[in-house]
């Protein structure tokens, strides 16, 4: 007679996995800090969010850092913020690519076992957020550093992903990068970026989400590709007339040609503007039929293996509040609103997170159908054999004569969990991976605001009849680029708490 089998065992522990793994919905853990946030307290939020299971979590290490370090940021702790995003950056390297173990569980429980890393865009924002901060301490070369990782990240994904489609190029993190790197003075840096922000905008990266090249970045590309604008031109000089042309200040200098509103490299302050929430995951599922050639040939046909397998993946569900238009203003020392700028949309992160996952679905299905299919088989393999066990039991000696110590009580067990428990227990072991980065903005939109030198009072509105906010004041010099950022959520986080 046999004692416990390794499939058996198998068995025991995808029933005890189903009990640990439970249905949670990522967004719905940081409900406490998604409400503090939009109340105006990230301070708040900050300590809430050390208080969640992801601050304990191994496997949610890249999330609990990159979500930490944005409610920093948005709390305007920039340094620790950054110190967080370093975190999360190196968490991130550390699991791509992932380990053969991280691999083996894709196939062996649910996606949600494995350590998450981020995905592609969101470790770009690691980045991107890094230089937000960096330029919200007026620091541009720590900036610039940061643009120079951006384009460490972006070659990595080209060479991976060789024009199939997939996120390797971002429009409107190349045209700030271009933005940086001209304020700097590297004039062809500035350049290479725009040109890659316009081709990014324009789809040819597979970066096109909806949102049409800025007009502010076309006629920085066209500026910067202008032979007749000198390499040391710093400012532009005030306009004699209406029309469409700048005499230069020195009277050997060929005149430029400008048009109205044409952003050149006189003193500047740029508003970064974000708005609305993230799209979140939900779990979705289906039944779908068995993997037929994952089944070996003793269990076809059996009426112990079931014909159809579920499979979960995530679903994006999208937060009300974006699609309002801003402004900027800035005023100066008299109080009065001296210049004003209608700002543009440069990145819809809710379509860009839609537009990933789209792409990353089938694989997620596949794999969810290989895992589902394997567990049955595991199951059905299971039970044949405690059937041929009790029958082999039944022929050798009476049942009440059946030794405990050779697995008699153990069989006894497994026969109850396969009729009341396993089947049901299996199935939900397969989980979608409803985690991402939930604090990132739906959409993000600039405004660049050429000023003359002097201090002023920069403001924001969203055009929805709501009052302006003031970003504090700043002070430009002469051809100096100022970069300020201002966060909107146009209302509550659907997760709430209290559902």
């Known amino acids: 007679m046999r004692g416990i089998t390794t499939r058996t065992v198998v068995l025991a522990a995808l029933v005890s996995v189903c009990a640990l793994v439970g249905c949670s919905q990522h967004a719905r853990v940081l409900c406490e800090p998604l409400e503090l946030m939009y109340h105006g307290d990230p301070a708040a939020a900050v300590i809430a969010i050390d208080e969640t299971k992801l601050a304990e979590s191994d496997k949610d290490r890249f999330l609990y850092h990159a979500q930490r370090g944005h409610l920093l940021h948005l709390a305007g702790d920039f340094e620790a913020s950054n110190r967080e ?276 679905t089938p694989a997620i299905v596949l794999r969810s159908t290989l895992r589902a299919t394997a567990k049955q088989v595991t199951l059905a393999l299971a039970k044949h054999e405690l059937e041929e066990d009790r029958d082999e039991d039944s022929d050798e000696q009476p049942a009440a004569h059946v030794d405990d110590d050779d697995g008699g009580s153990w069989k006894a067990v497994f026969a109850w969990l396969f009729e009341n428990v396993a089947t049901v227990a299996v199935a939900e072991t397969e989980q979608a991976d409803t985690r991402s980065w939930v604090l990132l903005p739906a959409e993000i939109w600039m405004a660049r605001i050429p000023v003359r030198p002097g201090e002023y009072d920069v403001m924001v509105q969203a055009l929805d009849g709501s009052e302006p906010i003031s970003l504090g004041r700043v002070g430009v010099v002469q051809g100096e680029k100022v970069f300020r950022s201002a966060r909107f959520f146009g209302g509550p986080h659907p997760v709430r708490c209290e559902d």
């Open 85 to 360: 995003f370093q975190v999360a950056a190196a968490v991130s390297d550390e699991l791509e690519p992932w380990s053969v173990t991280e691999t083996l569980t894709d196939y062996t429980f649910n996606e949600t076992v494995k350590a998450y890393s981020g995905e592609d865009y969101e470790r770009a924002y690691l980045h991107y957020y890094m230089a937000l901060n960096y330029l919200e301490m007026d620091d541009l070369q720590g900036a610039l550093v940061e643009c120079r990782r951006l384009d460490e990240v972006f070659r990595e994904l080209d060479a991976r992903y060789e024009d199939d489609g997939r996120y390797q190029e971002d429009g409107f993190i190349r045209y700030l990068s271009g933005l940086i790197y001209e304020s700097m003075g590297h004039r062809d840096d500035a350049r290479v970026d725009f040109r890659l922000g316009v081709r990014a905008y324009e789809g040819e990266r597979g970066g096109e989400m909806g949102v049409p090249t800025p007009l502010g970045l076309d006629r920085s590309l066209d500026r910067l590709e202008d032979p007749r604008w000198p390499a040391d031109r710093t400012v532009i000089p005030e306009p004699a007339s209406e029309t469409e042309h700048v005499t230069a200040a020195e009277p050997d200098t060929v005149p430029i040609p400008v048009r109205a509103g044409h952003p050149g490299p006189q003193a500047e302050i740029i508003v970064v503007i974000e708005s609305g929430w993230a799209p979140y995951k939900v779990e979705k599922s289906v039944h779908v039929p068995i993997h037929r050639a994952l089944v070996p040939e003793e269990l076809r046909g059996r009426t112990n293996l079931a014909a159809l397998v579920k499979v979960a993946y995530p679903e994006f569900v999208s937060p009300s509040g974006a699609g309002v238009p801003f402004r900027a203003g800035v005023a100066d020392s008299t109080g009065e609103c001296a210049f004003e700028e209608t700002a543009e949309k440069v990145q819809d992160l809710d379509a860009l997170a839609r537009w990933v996952l789209e792409r990353r």
